[in-house]
């Protein structure tokens, strides 16, 4: 059985020429109306099967002039289209004469089957070819325009929307996108051009390798050649290309082709700017790469842990603090190690804060037991969530024996120092026995003064052994001045005028962590200028030497004298508060009165 096909459309006559030859029929091929009448006016045919839009002459066309043909009138005529597809297609044509009528499109057993049942009914008489309606020219051609037009409108409306669509691509999307001709010649391309310095008019024409770098046209050209020479039909690749001033930028292509039929036309491809993409991943791998280097040679332990806590990765000196192995720590759960004081730390991150220990640390899988500073902080998701934690443990083992030596070593050093300051008052306070204990109890108040007005521990050192040494230059004054039972003579107070300043020579040899020698060179001056050895003024004063002088000046009207009896305190008290920033600092002064008064001192 010989079997005419009727179709514009190469690919559609090829694949119904495979599937009808592979059930057993033979086939003729015709791109036309008129090119199907030629065949049947000179060949022996015995079904028609045939599209309905087509160039020259249609399919309506073609079945009107057969059923009109009395020797093509009896032949089974069968449409098989995809594009009318709508019930007032199927009536005309089921009215103008046609057998069959079938939509694409359509599975092929379910074509085939419907092509032999239509035969079988043919041979067998239950069907008989039909005639149709055959309604006047006039009729008919108006039916058909009516039809025509509807699809027309039908079409123009969809390329204008395709047309409206391409212009939103062309002016708000941010892609390059272009089509090629069957060379590789750009015949549009998009605004997104000008992004590259170039203007439409310089790309149009202008083969694509023109644009690309020498490697990316080798590979470009090869996606090309493949796509034209085969049913290859979309393909995606990254190329770099060369804009206006010579930089180059990375596009990621997504090209798709274009045929007529079998044949190749071009190329329709959209490029989108992944420059800044590679950039970051570049700069992302080598972040990390960076971040390998660092955690691997970092010289303290790193360590991370999961919500389970689990210990899921750390470096090779996180092993080697804990003299352990990677097999040993890998997995290990921290809810179960030996020395239980790191975990509050530990867990502390999943409450959002971070953690910290300091102190002894026994290792679970090793034999070290180290000193150790150790800091823990949350580790975020996307969302938020806290998934972990990451530790850095500091091995400070050495440091701590060494800090613990050294204050050791401080402590007796400022043992030996109090021994030797206690020694050389004493010796001091033997040659005066009435002021015997004077220098310790000024060393008191003096201390106490520095805490009431807010000052640092390193004052209030500095102003104990200054106390315990302030009168130390009146070793070298006679023992009969000291111990002189009545008032001085101006010589003789002349000489114990002296003391300070050699005080200050004897202790100035000597490296304390502090101004002594010029605390106990000044500790006589008044703020009027008014006191010795030097007769320095407010400004040049230490406050260190303003402290001594009135806690001096207090506890020597409060203790017996053999040429006077003791001041009370009250009678003390106002003589230094009627000598405030006159002889004495008001704020000194001030301290001093609120630890008698207000806060019970006592010697």
Known sequence: MKILVVDDKEEGRKLLEAVLTHNGYEVVSAENGKQALEILNSDSIDIIISDILMPVMDGYNLLSICKSDPKLKDLPFIFYTATYVSEEDEKLAMDLGADLYIRKPVEIDEFIAKLKKTIDNFHK???????????KIEEFQTLYNKILVSKLEKRTTELENLLRLYNMFDRYVDDLIFWLDENGHFTSVNHQIEVYGYKREEVIGKHFSDFLTPKSQIVAQEHFEYAKNSQYSQDEYEVEAVEKNGSIVNLNLRLYTIREGNKFIGRFGIGRDITKLRKSERELKSSESRYQILFHNIPVGVFYYNKDLILTDFNDHFVEILQSTREKLLGLDLNRLKDQRVLPAIKKVFEGMEG?????????????????????????????????GVGIVHD??????????LIESLKKNQRFLEGTVNALASAVEKRDPYTAGHQKRVAKLACAIARELNLDNNVVECLKIAGILHDIGKIYVPAEILSKPARLTQAEFDIVKEHPRIGAEILEPIEFPWPVAQIILQHHERLDGSGYPSGLRTDKILLEAMILSVADVVEAMMTHRPYRPAWSIDVVLTEIIS?????????????????????GFKF
């Not at 679970?364 to 996307?382: F, H, L, N, R």
């Not at 083992?397 to 030596?405: C, D, F, I, L, S």
């Open 125 to 135: 008489g239950k069907q008989k070819p039909r005639t149709g309606i055959f309604p």
């Open 356 to 388: 910290a220990y300091t102190g002894y640390y026994e290792s679970t899988t090793g034999s070290a037991v180290i000193y150790a500073e150790m800091k823990c902080a949350p580790i975020y998701d996307e969302n938020d969530n806290i998934i972990g």
């Open 396 to 405: 400070i083992t050495e440091k701590h024996n060494a800090e613990e030596r």
């Open 579 to 599: 000598n405030r920033d006159i002889l004495y600092d008001s704020k000194v002064v001030d301290a001093c009165v609120r630890l008698f008064r207000e806060k």
